[in-house]
């Protein structure tokens, strides 16, 4: 009983972390653009006369949201309009309950994951829910029968699936270097030194192409503007064309937590995680021979600011690609995908095996 | 039990975003919202056409070669360790097959997409 309700308070606290740093990547945006367009931002949102600079815009947008008209037009086919955006923001987000925000502790006398999903297949889990994503941006461009509805739901899709090809083979190359499927296993291995202890073993110093390949295919999957083709803002809208209100603010919301998905994995993968260099489970040993004990709960404290740091460093790269680049047109963004992206993830594979077969 | 308890608050969530418009919401009805939305233009064509570019058929076909290939490389970069250069020979004979298939596609024009 005490077991289930400490899951479901780690549900709700992951979760509402989750939906927290989803609402200030929206800010962090607004504000990026701001100063990349020499502009000040967003910064009128006030509590009490107090603005902090826009520390309250994402509250107020959210709410503004809440009370606009959700108009259903009449000639959609209903079923898949209202499945769409459902699809699309829940396996959005029930991926990133599978990454680990901070090593696990014992509760109860049993191992407690502190990441919602703890599962021993964790790579797995979040490919096969990334692909059921894409059936939110077919249904959605098909539901709404609207021509240009319908060209960017088939344009999404084409481009989801083809890059999805790519984020799957360069992850094998990291499954190879690190063989587990357990995430947090994953992120234990890099806690490893090498070169007298002084470089972490991290997953973008052993598979710097798989690194540059997943973040490049993780970025198409995403549908932001260097590969913004199916939304096309200035041609065809997209797949979201006839929704309003909520409806469109889940397409919205799912959209950014596509971007901290994205920021989580790569983290995870490849830039160790939660770890902090030279942090172990009883305190720090650092190469210099000194060491610093501390106790468990402290370091899951520095774990967890750990990951959110380097979470936030990997959004805002996220966000600074897409407010530098222009767009792609659909031939280049296909041929990118199937003729550079795959090859190349396919030859990290190759490389990565001969590597290993010459060190053993 | 951690998936189940995911998929119920996270549905709770999106649910409780799906409905808050049609609680909140005004609801204010004129004829031009009943028309598909094309920039204020009047639909040409009323009917969205049924048919599609078969490029895309090709291309869910490729995608499924080679997803079916990353359910066999998954497990094979798993038990990588137990024999290396074994499952490296074999590795190198599967590569060179799937990707003659994805050069015939390309040789076929299968991933040029027409203007």
Wanted: with cysteine.
């Amino acid at each position: 009983m005490e077991w289930v309700i400490a899951v479901a308070v780690k549900v709700i606290v992951i979760f509402t972390w989750a939906l927290l740093t989803v609402l200030y990547i929206t800010l962090l945006e607004r504000k990026e653009s701001a100063v990349i367009q020499d502009r000040i931002g967003a910064n009128r949102a006030s509590i009490l006369g107090l603005r902090l600079n826009g520390f309250f815009q994402p509250y107020a947008d959210a709410l503004k949201m809440f009370f606009k008209e959700d108009y259903t037009p009449p000639f959609v086919d209903k079923p898949f309009y209202y499945l769409a955006p459902l699809v699309s923001i829940v396996f959005a987000l029930i991926p990133v309950g599978a990454v680990p925000v901070a090593d696990s502790i014992g509760l109860f006398g049993r191992k407690f994951p502190l990441s919602v999903i703890g599962s021993n297949v964790g790579v797995v889990l979040i490919l096969s829910l990334l692909s059921l994503a894409v059936y939110g941006v077919i249904f959605g461009g098909y539901g709404s029968r609207n021509k240009y509805g319908v060209l960017g739901g088939m344009r999404g899709t084409a481009q989801a699936i083809s890059y999805e090809v790519a984020i799957g083979l360069s992850l094998v190359g990291v499954l190879m270097v690190f063989p587990s499927l357990d995430l947090n296993e994953i992120v234990h291995l890099q806690n490893r030194y090498i070169l007298g202890g002084w470089v972490p073993l991290w997953g973008i110093f052993l598979q710097p192409l798989a690194a540059v390949l997943f973040l490049i295919a993780g970025m198409a999957e995403n549908k932001r503007v260097p590969f913004d083709i199916p939304e096309g803002e200035s041609e065809i809208i997209g797949y979201f064309l006839e929704y309003s209100g909520m409806k469109f603010g889940m397409f919205f919301v799912a959209d950014f937590v596509e971007i901290l998905l994205l920021a989580a994995l790569f983290t995870t993968f490849f830039l160790g995680g939660y770890n902090l260099p030279w942090l172990f489970t009883e305190g720090f040993h650092f190469p210099w021979g000194g060491s610093l004990a501390m106790s468990p709960i402290i370091v899951r404290i520095v774990q967890f600011v750990t990951f959110n740091i380097k979470l936030w460093i990997m959004i805002w790269f996220l966000l600074l690609v897409r407010w530098t680049y222009p767009r792609y047109r659909f031939d280049q963004l296909m041929d990118l995908g199937w003729k550079s992206l795959v090859p190349l993830s396919i030859f990290n594979i190759l490389i990565t095996a001969a590597v290993m077969v010459v060190i053993r | 039990m951690e998936l189940l308890f995911s998929f119920v608050f996270v549905l709770l969530i999106s649910f409780s975003m799906f409905f808050s418009g049609k609680v909140f919401g005004p609801r204010k009805d004129n004829a031009s919202k009943k028309e598909p939305f094309e920039c204020g233009v009047e639909p040409l064509q009323k009917e969205v056409p049924k048919n599609y570019s078969v490029h895309y058929f090709k291309i869910a076909i490729l995608f499924l070669i080679f997803d079916i290939e990353l359910a066999f490389l998954i497990p094979w970069a798993l038990a990588f360790r137990k024999n290396p250069f074994l499952f490296f020979v074999v590795m190198v004979i599967f590569q060179a097959f799937v990707l003659l298939a994805l050069f015939y596609a390309w040789k076929k024009g299968d991933l040029k997409w027409g203007i």
